[in-house]
């Protein structure tokens, strides 16, 4: 009985894991807001990025306010390889991130260790 129990157990494990690295999980968007043809969004890092997916007007300027509650090491920076972007986040901190939107597409975020994500689509 033991045996069976452990082995469902690891079943269950390594079905978690597979669902965790591998399925299709639900990503938090928004659009950012417009304010005297600016636009901003405010992003929570806790845990990862809230929210992950953010969407932005082609042509105006936008900042990303990057507010970090985690004391996690890997989310004390935001990089954006796209726009040469590596900034400190400190902790309990508002910190503004400038984004080029000139050009539509899509630009990936990352913690420092490439661990959490998140994505700008310039449209």
Aim: aromatic content about 10%; charged content about 20%.
């Amino acid at each position: 009985m033991a045996k069976i129990i452990i082995l469902i157990t690891g079943l269950a494990g390594i079905a978690f894991i597979a669902w965790w690295f591998f399925g299709q999980h639900h990503v938090q968007t928004k659009q950012a807001k417009m304010a005297t043809n600016k636009q901003s969004i405010d992003i929570e890092v806790k845990g990862g990025y809230s929210p992950e997916k953010v969407i932005l007007k082609q042509g105006i300027p936008a900042t990303l306010n990057f507010k970090r509650l985690d004391s996690a090491s890997c989310l004390d920076h935001v990089v954006f390889s796209d726009f040469g972007i590596n900034q400190v986040l400190p902790q309990g901190k508002v910190e503004s991130v400038e984004i080029d939107t000139t050009q539509a597409g899509e630009y990936n975020w990352q913690c420092s260790m490439n661990m959490f994500h998140g994505k700008v689509i310039v449209k």
